[in-house]
Every structure is written in C-alpha cells, then in structure tokens.
C-alpha cells in the first residue's frame, strides 16, 4: 500500500459526460500528480500541483482539468468525454521539498470507460 | 529532448534464474534520478528501486539491483532469483533533480517460467 488513495476505483460513462476523479496524496506529501495511461501503453504526465498551485502540464487536453485543494487531496476534471478518454488514470504523489525532485508513490487508479 | 528508451518490449525468465532488463535515457541534465517501476495485473505501479545520479554506488533491494553506466546514460534491472510474483510490466523512468515531469519508457513486460 503507498499510501495514496483513490476514488472510484472504476468508473462507467456515456460520451459527453464528465466525471471528477478524486486523490489524497500520503501523509505529507505536497505534489501530486496526474497521469493516463491508455491499454497497453505507457503513462502519459498530465498535470501536476504542488501546495495548491499548479506547477508542470503535461498532455493534457482542454477538456480536462484539475485543482488541489487546500487539505492537498486532488480532483481531476474530465468533461465532453470520448471514447478515446477510456484509460487508466493514476494519480502520485511526492514530497517534493521545495524545487527538488522527489520519488512519486502511485495510487490504485481509476479505471475509467466511457461508452 | 529528454526520452527513456526500453528497447525489449518482452523478456522471459526461467524461476529461480536471473534476467536483466534494459533501459537507456537520453539528458543534458548532470543531476537527476533513475527508477524502476513495476505494474502486475493489478495494474498498481509499484516503485522497485531508485538511483541517485551522483551516486556511483549501484542501488540494491534484495534481490533487485541496477547497473547505472551514467556516461553511457544507461540503467539496467537485475532480477536475481526470479519469482513468479516477478510477472509484470517494468518501466524505467527518469526525472531531472529539479525537474516536475516523470519521463517513462514504454516497459518490458517480464513472463516467469515455471
């Protein structure tokens, strides 16, 4: 167990809805981060916030968002959804004290499928 | 650019045998940080080992250990007495020291033979 959490661990939709996926990073940990990962590929770096402010984007559609919220749990917006959104999402969090790089612990993912 | 290549989309190993899978990664950066990471079909992502680039000291968990060549920029697994619970997808990822993006490989994925 890393220590992250996250909700739902599945999650069934029709195209154009939209869904919130929900991280708490581990006990102290100031950055989390979002990542996609779709069958069969590797993870692609969506967003990351650090303290409540954004800090990198990655591949991030427009269509998606995020925010971090002052108890630093995370939510992931996915709005207008496709078909092709239908991925495995994780989110990680890290230390990260200051600007130093930290080793990011994975959640459980959210597995999401849209139809 | 910076880029993590893993050029064995596959491997399999005999249990009990050893395998090493392979990873290089392309920076400018001096300062960084080299992992592996394991995804079983549970699909969690589960750190196996981590290398600090100033270090020369080759980083080891039990019976993971890595061979960092940091002037080649290459950074090799070693999974000595391969288990069944070993049967995943491995990637390698490489983050700069004051860098916020991960950069992954596109993983091998292992098969332990009994």
């Known amino acids: 167990d890393s220590g992250v959490t996250q909700t739902p661990k599945h999650l069934i939709t029709a195209t154009g809805q939209r869904v919130t996926l929900r991280c708490s990073p581990r006990?102290?940990?100031?950055?989390v981060y979002w990542y996609q990962q779709s069958l069969d590929q590797g993870l692609q770096f969506l967003i990351q916030y650090y303290n409540g402010e954004e800090r990198a984007k990655g591949n991030i559609l427009e269509r998606f968002s995020a925010q971090q919220f002052p108890d630093l749990h995370s939510e992931l917006n996915l709005s207008s959804l496709e078909l092709g959104d239908s991925a495995l999402y994780f989110c990680?969090?890290?230390?990260?004290?200051?600007?130093?790089?930290?080793?990011?612990?994975f959640g459980p993912g959210t597995r999401l499928t849209v139809l | 650019a910076q880029t993590v290549t893993q050029s064995q989309p596959e491997m399999s190993v005999q249990e009990a045998e050893t395998v090493t899978l392979s990873c290089t990664y392309d920076?400018?950066?001096?300062?960084?940080?080299l992992f592996w990471y394991k995804q079983p079909p549970s699909r969690q992502m589960i750190l196996v080992i981590r290398q600090e680039a100033y270090k020369q000291q080759n980083a080891t968990e039990n019976r993971f250990s890595v061979n960092f060549q940091k002037a080649a920029k290459s950074f090799s697994l070693k999974i000595s007495d391969s288990q069944l619970g070993d049967a995943a997808m491995y990637f390698c990822a490489y983050i700069p020291n004051t860098g916020n993006q991960f950069y992954f490989g596109t993983g091998t994925s292992l098969t332990v033979i009994p």
């Open positions: 920076t400018s950066e001096s300062d960084y940080y």
């Open positions: 006990s102290g940990d100031l950055s």
């Open positions: 990680a969090s890290s230390a990260d004290r200051g600007l130093l790089a930290d080793t990011q612990y």
